[in-house]
DNA sequence: TTAAAACTATATAGTCGCTATAAGGTCAAT
DNA sequence: ATTGACCTTATAGCGACTATATAGTTTTAA
């Protein structure tokens, strides 16, 4: 299989694939008489795994992490769940953090529900005044 | 006023000042004979409002859209109006992802509880099989 | 048969908002 | 005279791609 089936079966651009490959994520495939690359199905298992992760949001670096305990399947799966635990309270630091945000542009956006000049509009007077509340 | 006093009354790296100068969010100060850069008290404001933009997490380019409002301070506010509501349901919308994420993950999650060897780890499973709820 | 379309290859630069590094010039105090 | 703190420019790096340029190969259609 070249590289555009492989593209297309996983759903990811012949560019990232090549991405993939030169960080190590995706291991070097075969190549043709002419250069072309030539993958197996493991690579296509491989890929879908990386982009499982990536859906995730699971960074590159800790996809390589997943690949090393993977690699070594009899030690114990502890740091893969501490892992999983650290990548969960960062998305909820996240979602907190936006919600906080959320809340701050509200209110300044309460500041102008009308059509006034520019030089009278509450949105920008809040910015310029600053006193928003800080995080 | 010294570029080093500007990065320290507004709480911003000497870096981050020229960078902005660079892209036109700040207007290029005046030059000491020496080359030093030389700024006022409408520097410490324009850079302020640009702090205070970025906690808001706009994008430099809302910001100079932003600014271009305010140098037209007789047209309406509309756009003012609508670049916030735009940047509210981005923000929304980022938080709904998200939380959609942390469900995923602490699905996924629950499936290994105990110290197993990673190849009967049902989260390593779980993202080999790929049966998540893709959102 | 030939020409165009579709595919492949590499290398390089751009995105965003900084941050870091290198290599140097200026200035005040010791 | 030299140390240290400040300033200057230029350039590269982050993450995860995405886009562009340039070129070679294969497939399809006229």
Known sequence: MRIGQLAQSV???????????????????????????????????????????RILDLSLAEIHELKRYQDDPHQSCTAVNALLDDHISHVRSQITALQALEKQLVSLRARCNDDREVKACGVLAGISEGNMHQQ
Request: overall charge positive.
């Open 11 to 53: 759903g990811v651009d012949t560019q990232t694939i090549r991405f993939y490959e030169r960080q190590g994520l995706l291991p070097p495939p075969g190549r043709q008489e002419n250069g072309y690359r030539v993958y197996t199905e493991k690579h296509v298992e491989r890929l879908a795994f990386i982009r499982r992760c």
